[in-house]
């Protein structure tokens, strides 16, 4: 006997089947040994990968648009990685709260993230978990050092100094005296730097917000 299956079936199972299809590539995260082009500079720490991934440069953070050196940072890391063939080393973060990728780009052997804090174009932001003696973020902060003692890029803009510098025991940030995220917090779980400086080579990086 010839059973006829119910023909709104047949296009049902197809949709599923598309569904577990599109599922199984969301959030696909690229493989630290993918090689890939990159297909376009959005600044100087976020390029454009294929399919519409973003990479944020990791451990750096480059001026914003409208700040010094923007477009300095923008056209450095587009003339070293615009088209190339990349590669990406990840960390334990791998995407940031905007769903862009985060890792070290690597042109063959060249660090990117590396090349723009040395031109004094970008300054470290890492995290105490990604410093070790053989990590990029131990590179970066050697890069900075030397950038910040030839005065270049950013580190030639002049500021007016706070009469002192603080940061949170246990993080790698040094803030204004008067910034929300140290203001609150008892003197004994604080470290004072007396100028900008003196953070800066110990490894410390400004606060996102106050700027210091």
Not at 91 to 116: H, I
């Amino acid at each position: 006997m010839n059973i006829k299956r119910p023909i709104f079936l047949v296009p049902f199972f197809i949709v599923l089947l598309l569904l577990v299809r599109i599922v199984g590539d969301i959030d696909r995260d690229i493989r630290p040994d993918d090689r890939f082009q990159v297909v376009g500079v959005i600044d100087g720490d976020t390029v454009e990968l294929p399919g519409g991934e973003q990479l944020r440069l990791l451990g750096i953070d480059c001026p914003e648009r409208g700040e010094p050196f923007y477009d300095s940072a923008t056209a450095l890391t587009s003339a070293l990685v615009m088209g190339k063939t990349v590669r990406v080393m990840f960390s334990l973060r791998r995407r940031d709260a905007y769903g862009r990728m985060l890792g070290y780009l690597f042109v063959d052997t060249l660090l990117v993230n590396e090349v723009l804090v040395r031109r004094g174009l970008a300054n470290v932001y890492v995290f105490p978990d990604e410093i070790d003696d053989d990590s990029p973020g131990r590179r970066l902060q050697t890069a900075q050092a030397e950038a910040l003692s030839e005065k270049i890029g950013i580190w030639s803009i002049p500021r007016t100094p706070e009469p002192y510098y603080l940061a949170a025991t246990g993080s790698l940030r040094f803030h204004r005296p008067d910034c929300k995220a140290v203001r609150s917090r008892p003197r004994s779980e604080l470290i004072r730097f007396e100028t900008r400086e003196e953070a800066l080579t110990q490894g410390y990086t400004p606060c996102r917000n106050c700027r210091p």
